[in-house]
């Protein structure tokens, strides 16, 4: 898990060929949890808040890190 530069909180997952990259939007304003119902798409029960960051692939991230200048 890391804080973006724009204020934003990237998630991602270590599950085998398919893990994923998340980006929690405005997470200060979040009241309730969020359910991914569909991992292949990211499908999930707040999409105002949480997205799937599908341009990065699919695969397990171990670590990562974001940039100051928005690069990870």
Do not use: C
Not at 13 to 31: A, F, K, M, Q, R
Not at 48 to 68: D, M, W, Y
């Amino acid at each position: 898990m890391r804080r973006t530069p724009w204020g934003t909180i990237i998630v991602a997952e270590e599950h085998g060929t398919d893990g994923g990259l998340y980006e929690i939007l405005d997470p200060v304003s979040i009241t309730t949890a969020i359910n991914v119902t569909n991992r292949a798409t990211g499908t999930n029960t707040d999409p105002n808040h949480l997205v799937k960051r599908k341009v990065v692939g699919a695969l397990s991230f171990e670590s990562f890190a974001i940039k100051q200048d928005g690069t990870m």
